[in-house]
């Protein structure tokens, strides 16, 4: 049986729909409609990203049924376990995606140990399809494009986001065009290229690149930018980080959280799914707080954080963090506003200090991040030595992505402790 459809009228149409295009009942889930973070107003659910009143970011409102744990537990072991939370249709799984989601929450005990933390729990996404947390977010974007009927799938990118998106395209069959800095990471590249032979380097930075597809979204019809015009749908994926790392845990918040900073969306998400489980009476209420994470080459949240000051300051990004380096981050203020009202707090490290993250993670614990996750890592470090972060109190950081896409960040600090020829004496000379 077919849905019902009905006409998209009242608020303008973005690009992002192709003329005369209709939705499917239903296509959003418990989505109610998209309300302006900055002003309230509501506006139907559609392929808006700016409030028609203040051009404030438009973000998805829901009008939740009962949701149950059991009900969630007997989902599928993928972020569509979540689907009654998300704005994505009940039939989700039968349309082909990426099935990214319910990573591992591994206990970390060494690493504990070794910063003097009683507990501690890496959040692992680096096993995600296209190996970051961008194959959550870009599952619903893919979803809400879709139900637009849009015909070209798109985003400007700091490089995972780019390789979640050609992936998802390409199993999608979607034609998929994405956007990157021309200085990217080579195997980041690579891992966009083999999807799609629409890769497009721009000889600028990420904000540059933003910029343009913003443009191109302006002139072109039926084009999705999943972190432009689509951005409101494919900002809720983030949620399902909070919703996991709550179940994981045995259906409880943890007591603090490290997560990284690019534009801020994904903290800022994983705040509002905490947020949202209390309220359903998925977890017991309690007080939380989050850390954001930031390299200081590219750290304009961190300053303004320890500034004082709600004024955010667009920065060139220099850190060899690439995936964070935002110099302009849409969810900032949102970023400054969780982690204040949480009793958290916004840090930041040198490229050293993140290189050194990489290791520690890697050597006490067997995962071997990139350059993002070695940020939230050296950050940890330094909120514990600073005396930011209670020590006694149950912590979780989020791994984002996979070290084997930035290998030249240790490439020089580690390798064979010695090369010998293949005999005993020689290996017994050696000491190892
Ligand atoms: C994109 C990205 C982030 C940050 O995401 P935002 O939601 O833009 O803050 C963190 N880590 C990795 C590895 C990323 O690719
Ligand atoms: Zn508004």
Do not use: H
Request: aromatic share 6%; with cysteine.
């Amino acid at each position: 049986m077919s849905a019902p459809v009905v006409e998209v009228t009242d608020a303008p149409q973005s690009a992002a729909t192709p003329a005369g295009a209709t939705l499917r009942e239903g296509a959003f889930g418990p989505a109610r409609c998209l309300a302006c973070r900055e002003c309230g107003a509501e506006v139907e659910l559609g392929p808006q990203y700016a409030c028609p009143e203040c051009f404030g970011p438009l973000e998805v409102a829901y009008e939740f049924g009962t949701v149950t744990r059991e009900e969630i537990e007997a989902g599928p072991r993928n972020i569509w376990r979540y689907k009654s939370l998300l704005p994505v249709p009940t039939d989700i799984e039968s349309s082909p995606n990426t099935e990214p989601g319910f990573t591992r929450l591994l206990k970390a005990d060494n690493l504990a140990a070794e910063l003097g933390l009683s507990s501690l729990w890496v959040k692992d996404d680096s096993t995600n399809p296209t190996n970051s947390f961008k194959d959550r977010v870009v599952a619903c974007a893919l979803s809400a494009a879709r139900e637009f009927g849009s015909t070209v799938f798109a985003c400007p990118s700091t490089g995972n986001l780019a390789n979640a998106v050609a992936a998802a395209g390409a199993r999608a069959g979607m034609k998929t065009v994405v956007f990157i800095p021309s200085n990217l990471e080579k195997p980041k590249q690579v891992n966009s290229a083999v999807y799609t032979d629409s890769l497009v380097a721009v000889d600028g930075n990420y904000d540059d690149v933003n910029r343009l597809a913003s443009e191109i979204a302006g002139e072109e019809d039926g084009w999705a930018f999943v972190n432009v015009n689509v951005r409101p749908y494919y900002a809720e994926g983030s949620k399902t980080l909070g919703y996991e790392i709550a179940e994981q845990l045995g259906w409880r918040l943890p007591d603090q959280i490290v997560i990284p900073v690019a534009s801020g969306s994904q903290l800022t998400k994983v705040d509002k799914a905490f947020r949202e489980l209390i309220a359903l009476g998925l977890v017991e209420d309690k007080e939380y707080r989050v850390f954001g994470a930031q390299a200081t080459g590219c750290s304009p949240v961190s300053v303004a954080y320890k500034a004082g000051t709600d004024v955010v300051r667009p920065v060139k990004p220099d850190t060899i963090a690439k995936s964070l380096a935002i110099g302009n981050p849409a969810d900032a203020v949102y970023v400054l506003d969780v982690c204040k009202r949480t009793n958290g707090a916004v840090e930041d490290v040198t490229d050293d200090e993140i290189r050194e993250g990489i290791l520690l993670l890697a050597r006490n614990e067997g995962i071997f991040t990139e350059t993002a996750g070695g940020t939230t890592t050296a950050v940890l470090k330094k909120l514990v030595e600073t005396g930011q972060l209670d020590t006694e109190l149950e912590t979780v950081i989020i791994n984002t992505g996979m070290g084997l896409k930035t290998l030249d960040a240790v490439a020089d600090r580690v390798g064979p402790a010695a090369t010998i020829e293949p005999t005993y004496a020689a290996f017994s000379a050696t000491g190892i």
